[in-house]
């Protein structure tokens, strides 16, 4: 389960706004969002909170996956046959969640560009579909008059010149 769907999760079962969510975890409405969409993640301290809040909204029991954890990592290092394996095989067992949070936020990252580049393409789409329903522009003439507002200017401000120079 990735951040967003574990903030969701937690927004829902204990009916928080968004806003309220990010004032229990510590976060402004903008470092939410970025947490949402995967451009951020969770330092340990706002993790430890999220996991707090998780627990006391019964919808995760870290002690019991810890719990977990450590005995697979005991099985594992008397499958092997080897008991001093136990801490390496727990300190690799530590790094698969951290891995997958990793995994996570450039799976998010992933996600977000590609919408964008769909936003971007839908838009595309619908300027080259409203041009194709206008003619084209007829191509400029060439002309070796000068147009006839310069030539009106130019007019225009040799009659004030005439005039000013009258007696």
């Not at 996991?51 to 594992?76: K, N, Q």
């Amino acid at each position: 389960m990735n951040l967003a769907e574990r903030l969701e999760r937690l927004r829902k079962a204990q009916s928080f706004t968004w806003k309220e969510l990010g004032e229990q975890l510590g976060l402004s409405r903008t470092g939410l969002s970025y947490l949402r969409s995967g451009m951020r993640k969770l330092g340990a301290k706002k993790e430890r909170r999220l996991r707090e809040l998780e627990t006391a909204a019964g919808i995760r029991d870290f002690e019991r996956e810890e719990l977990e954890r450590v005995s697979a990592a005991a099985a594992l290092a008397k499958k092997r046959g080897d008991p001093s394996q136990f801490d390496m095989i727990l300190g690799e067992l530590h790094k698969a969640p951290q891995a997958e949070r990793e995994m996570d936020i450039w799976k998010g990252r992933a996600e977000l560009a590609e919408r964008r580049l769909a936003d971007l393409k839908s838009g595309m789409r619908q300027l080259l579909d409203r041009d194709s329903q206008f003619p084209p522009d007829p191509p400029p003439k060439p002309s070796s008059k000068m147009p006839s507002y310069v030539t009106t200017a130019a007019e225009h401000v040799s009659e004030m010149v005439s005039k000013k120079l009258k007696p």
